[in-house]
């Protein structure tokens, strides 16, 4: 599937490559051994994909169209694997956004720009325990003291927790006001009070670090706190969540399309009653709708891309792209699976593991039917 810009295309050729030579080779490694792929992730940060977001004066890449760039970056490494994808992208949007729009300079030079070289991983926690889709409710409490905060609560699902350097925080300065009230804190992991509770084990993008974190009393400085209007970290938060369901959306396509990929190919090379099973037809129209919900899953991602890279409000886009897109690339992977019958369910073909990826771009950032709600709120006006 093309996007009709040239220069996401000659984007998506460099990094196609890298994905071909350094990713796809060690996949099912990554995805066996469950662990963050720090060797890669500092390549990446090498070759400049960690500022595919921001202009040049921020130390980024300046490219013209930077949303569908990094979609098309989450698209190609998720063709290898979605949870490596899944890291980079929390790495070079999410944790990286929110410092670029509300930090201050001495934010951006000691945690942004080294994060956007590779150098220090970043995350961004906002889920607890009780506090998922409702991410108003959430109970993490900064208290104001002399010259900082106090933070004292836990996380839950943080993608980077374990391996973060710092790690953008959303808690509540005061639990009676709702979302009213909740601010964005950097937090530096090295601080004392901060505790990874534990690594979580998982059966979906088991290459992604995701944690449980606790804050024990941990001292912010007012300078780690983001700017926002008082009680407007919630909008801001909000703002940073928004964009990066675009590239949700675009962990699916990817997945999807190398699951497209292989269920082809098998297709080709797999005979049943003396001819290639691709010969059936039943196994040929799979193939095709298989390909429909591909296409039709990227077409809805680049579509938002492109919105939000003109400016447009992408608050319907984006959550129609990423609602569409897990959904049409969770479809599409188990049809893919099924063609290739007993095989599929064996843990060496990949077709099991585009399934289980499958899932994890329908729940992060949002439920499907959190994506329904976000649809039906803005079309009733
Ligand atoms: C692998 C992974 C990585 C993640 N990474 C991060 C991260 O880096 N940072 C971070 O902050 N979070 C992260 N998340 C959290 C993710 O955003 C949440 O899991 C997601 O928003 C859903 O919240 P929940 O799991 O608490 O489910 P719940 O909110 O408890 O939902 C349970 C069910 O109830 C449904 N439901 C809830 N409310 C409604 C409603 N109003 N209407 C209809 N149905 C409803 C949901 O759709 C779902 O089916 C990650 C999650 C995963 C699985």
């Not at 808690?171 to 009213?180: K, L, Q, S």
């Not at 049809?335 to 369910?345: Q, R, T, V």
Request: glycine share 10%.
């Amino acid at each position: 599937m093309r996007t009709f810009c040239e220069e996401a295309e000659d984007f998506r050729g460099y990094i196609a490559k890298w994905v071909d030579e350094r990713l796809v080779p060690q996949a099912e490694a990554l995805d066996e051994a469950g662990g963050f792929a720090r060797e890669l992730t500092r390549e990446l940060g090498d070759l400049g994909y960690f500022g595919t977001m921001y202009p040049v004066e921020a130390g980024g890449s300046g490219l013209e169209n930077p949303n569908l760039c990094f979609a098309i970056l989450c698209e190609e490494l998720a063709r290898g694997s979605v949870g490596f994808a899944a890291g980079v992208c929390m790495q070079g949007s999410t944790a990286t956004h929110t410092l670029y729009e509300w930090g201050n300079d001495m934010m951006r030079e000691t945690y942004f720009a080294p994060a956007l070289r590779g150098e220090k991983i970043a995350a961004y926690a906002i889920t607890e325990p009780n506090a998922g889709s409702d991410a108003a409710s959430i109970a993490t409490r900064a208290t104001k003291v002399d010259g900082g905060w106090r933070l004292n609560g836990s996380k839950i699902f943080t993608s980077n927790g374990t391996v973060a350097d710092f790690i953008t925080v959303v808690a509540t300065t005061d639990p009676e006001r709702g979302g009213r009230a909740l601010e964005m804190f950097v937090v530096d992991t090295g601080w004392d009070g901060f505790r990874v509770g534990r690594k979580l084990d998982k059966f979906s993008v088991r290459c992604s670090d995701t944690a449980e974190l606790a804050f024990d009393d941990l001292f912010v400085p007012d300078d780690h706190m983001l700017a926002s209007e008082q009680g407007g970290g919630f909008r801001n938060a909000y703002r940073a969540l928004t964009v990066d369901r675009i590239f949700t959306a675009a962990l699916a396509v990817g997945n999807a399309r190398a699951a497209y990929v292989a269920a082809l190919r098998y297709a080709q090379e797999r005979s049943q009653f003396g001819q290639p099973i691709g010969k059936f037809q039943a196994i040929e129209f799979r193939l095709v709708d298989i390909y429909a919900r591909v296409q039709t899953a990227a077409l809805h991602t680049y579509a938002a891309a492109q919105m939000a890279d003109r400016g447009e409000d992408i608050t319907v886009s984006a959550a129609l792209a990423k609602l569409v897109a897990g959904n049409e690339g969770n479809a599409a992977c188990n049809e893919a699976m099924s063609i290739f019958g007993g095989y599929g369910l064996m843990q060496e073909y990949p077709a099991q593991r585009y399934l289980r990826d499958s899932h994890f771009p329908m729940i992060g950032g949002g439920t499907p039917d959190i994506m329904h709600k976000i649809i039906a709120k803005q079309l009733r006006h």
